[in-house]
């Protein structure tokens, strides 16, 4: 029988997951399904029991629903625990294990992809939301030389890296503190680029040769990226990469095997 997966979330049909993973069984040669559901919003642990109780296999979990599918799974991969979110789910015979692939998605784009080294670099994140949450223990994993995380509530985002308590080179705060800093990588996990908003960033923040990563996707050029030209940024990346690396994450959680994520990110980037 054909394997199912699914994602899962509400909205859902804007998804592009049932197109990549659909890529990703083509290229491995996997014989499964993949299908968008749509999560009434008081309705997820029911919606999810059904897919598991129909025979299915696993499940990505998308807004709002990643905080719920935590306190759902049966056990927790550290990233997944640190993070506070899941967005794999993988049903075995033992229970439901939840999983958080959007850091490792973030790196293996940023450093495999790109080809912009992570280790030792100065990295600064912007926001302290459930975008930035996910990513914090991968980033520190890559070996990065610092990591600040700068958010509008400097509160908010001290309280963001508590659960990892104190790090050399692990900084959190508000804007104002970002002045006299430089980064080689500046990565925007707010919301302000869906809203064509823009952030109070510094002059001097991007150091020679710098990327400016904005984790949204499928926008062009946001106002984030074209802030970070002017004030000097080298190198530019929406989050596209992101999606289909954390995606190919969930692919070797569920089926063992890792995809190669440059064909299918150059597949989506194609109308259709």
């Known amino acids: 029988m054909t394997d199912r997966y699914a994602v899962i979330g509400n909205p859902i049909a804007h998804s592009k997951s049932?197109?990549?993973?659909?890529?990703?069984?083509?290229?491995?040669?996997q014989d499964l399904s993949y299908e968008a559901l749509l999560a009434p919003l008081d309705g997820f642990a029911a919606t999810v029991a059904a897919f598991r109780d129909a025979g299915g296999r696993g499940m990505n979990v998308t807004v709002p629903f990643k905080v719920e599918a935590l306190?759902?799974?049966?056990?927790?991969?550290?990233?997944?625990?640190?993070a506070g979110a899941v967005n794999t789910l993988c049903f075995e015979a033992d229970?439901?294990?939840?999983?958080?692939?959007?850091?490792?998605?973030?790196v293996t784009d940023i450093r495999d992809r790109l080809g912009v080294p992570l280790a030792g670099a100065r990295v600064l994140l912007l926001g302290a939301g459930g975008a930035a949450r996910g990513v914090?223990?991968?980033?520190?994993d890559a070996g990065?030389?610092?990591?600040?995380?700068a958010n509008r509530t400097p509160?908010?985002?001290?309280?963001?890296?508590?659960?990892?308590?104190?790090?050399?080179?692990l900084h959190a705060g508000g804007f104002g503190m970002l002045a006299q800093h430089e980064f080689e990588v500046v990565i925007n996990a707010t919301s302000a680029s869906l809203a064509d908003a823009g952030l109070p960033l510094p002059q001097g923040l991007f150091a020679d040769g710098a990327l400016a990563y904005d984790m949204v996707y499928g926008k062009g050029e946001t106002r984030f990226l074209a802030d970070a030209r002017a004030l000097g940024a080298a190198r530019f990346a929406d989050g596209l990469g992101m999606l289909v690396a954390q995606a190919a994450e969930s692919f070797l959680l569920w089926r063992g095997v890792r995809p190669e994520i440059g064909p299918v990110i150059a597949e989506l980037q194609q109308p259709g």
């Open 18 to 29: 049932p197109r990549l993973h659909a890529a990703f069984a083509r290229q491995c040669g």
């Open 71 to 82: 306190q759902l799974a049966d056990r927790l991969t550290d990233r997944a625990r640190l």
């Open 95 to 106: 229970g439901v294990l939840g999983d958080n692939t959007d850091g490792v998605g973030l």
């Open 136 to 140: 914090i223990l991968p980033l520190l």
């Open 144 to 149: 990065v030389e610092s990591l600040m995380i």
């Open 155 to 169: 509160d908010k985002a001290v309280q963001l890296i508590a659960p990892f308590g104190i790090r050399e080179g």
